[in-house]
């Protein structure tokens, strides 16, 4: 890897929501651009995993210079057979769904912390978390080529119960309510809009949407607190 030039936004947002002291496997590695920014930043231990012979050859061209014992990668599915040294995950640009499923699929009872950004299947994501006693403990949106949703998640015996519309939009964002989230939810309240305006809708899509427009609404005009 020789140069940062090409490495976007959301990456280097990606590699400021881990500390020093995190021991990290990133799942689904690819380019390797998450762990060379977390190898500069200082994090002493580091993993890669991928599953596909290509991207794997490719992150072990783009990260051979800097591989040791303690900056590892490995050719395997998700996180079946993960070193156990480690204590957080990255699982970033991919469906929620296939963070899910990735998730089931192996032991991480050893790990304490998660940084996901998914991007589909929010509401899935958020309720497997809770089922499986993540809390969800900081959370970002941000803008690049388009929105991107970041969740930072901790270990807990009884993680707090989410509501319905905590696990649609995000406990953390909804609290915080950054002008990033409440231009999403606009543009989201557009979006539907347009839908309504375009489409023959039969009256049930319709009334759907126009709860959605109203839930949307709801968050962006309420006053702090829901
Ligand atoms: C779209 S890329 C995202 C790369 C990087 N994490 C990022 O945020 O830019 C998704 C990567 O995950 C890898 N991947 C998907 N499923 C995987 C699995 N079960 N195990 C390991 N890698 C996987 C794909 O091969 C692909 O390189």
């Known amino acids: 890897m020789t140069s940062v030039i090409n490495i976007s936004k959301r990456i280097v947002f990606l590699s400021s929501l881990f500390d020093e002291s995190d021991r990290v496997g990133d799942i689904g590695s690819d380019h390797g651009y998450l762990l060379f920014l977390l190898h500069n930043k200082g994090v002493k231990r580091l993993h890669g995993v991928e599953n596909k012979k290509g991207p794997f050859e490719n992150l072990k061209r783009n990260l051979n210079q800097f591989l040791s014992p303690s900056f590892t990668i490995s ?17 970033s640009g991919m469906g929620g769904n296939n963070i899910i499923s990735i998730l089931k699929k192996g032991d991480y009872s050893f790990i304490s912390k998660l940084v996901l950004s998914p991007h589909s299947h929010y509401y899935e994501l958020r309720e497997y978390l809770q089922n499986h006693n993540f809390e969800i403990v900081d959370e970002h949106i941000i803008k690049d080529d388009k929105y991107y949703l970041f969740l930072v998640c901790s270990r807990r015996e009884k993680p707090i119960k989410l509501t319905d519309l905590e696990l649609k939009y995000g406990p953390c964002l909804l609290k915080k309510r950054d002008p990033i989230f409440l231009f999403y939810i606009e543009e989201e309240i557009n979006k539907k809009k347009d839908i309504l305006a375009k489409f023959n809708l039969d009256n049930e899509k319709i009334d759907k949407l126009k709860q959605e427009i109203n839930e949307l609404n709801r968050i962006l005009h309420v006053n702090n607190s829901l």
Do not use: A, Q, V, Y
């Open 75 to 91: 050719l395997n599915d998700g996180i079946n057979n993960l070193p156990k040294d480690l204590n957080t995950l990255c699982l």
